[in-house]
């Protein structure tokens, strides 16, 4: 995985890294459950270093998260795509929304977040890493 491209939906926002991923994870909070509109988001994380995007219509929702601290939730206010987040616990990453890679076959998320929260009927791997809350908490 030497490059990663993705973008929203309509195409307006578009990102590229030439940094490897660091990891991938799924987060049943339901922060992700409202912003994706579905059970969980699976996300991957990304140096900041190397991740540009390209956009005209990006917008950001300023999220707050479990430790109070701000979580920059990037959207296309053309087409509505959750598309990346900021964390300022964790301003060396961007957490990118797999769904809106180019290619997301890649993905195995290695660590269920937020489990407390997580839908009845989501199935989780047998010998997934999983926190109730945040990894860090
Ligand atoms: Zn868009
Ligand atoms: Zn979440």
């Known amino acids: 995985m030497n490059e990663i491209k993705g973008g929203c939906l309509c195409g307006n926002v578009r990102y590229e890294t030439t940094q490897a991923p660091l990891m991938s994870a799924v987060c049943h909070c339901t922060h992700c459950q ?14 900041a270093a190397g991740f540009n995007v390209t956009a005209s219509t990006l917008a950001t929702f300023n999220d707050v998260g479990e430790s109070g601290l701000s979580v920059k939730r990037h959207f296309c206010s053309h087409c509505g795509s959750p598309v990346y987040t900021e964390l300022d616990a964790n301003p060396g990453v961007a957490v990118l929304k797999a769904g809106t890679l180019d290619d997301p076959s890649w993905v195995r998320p290695q660590v269920h977040m937020w489990r407390c929260s997580a839908q009845p009927w989501v199935p ?13 908490a």
């Open 34 to 47: 409202k912003q994706s509109g579905s059970a969980f988001s699976t996300n991957v994380v990304v140096p």
């Open 124 to 136: 989780v791997a047998e010998g997934t890493v999983c926190f109730e809350h945040n990894p860090e």
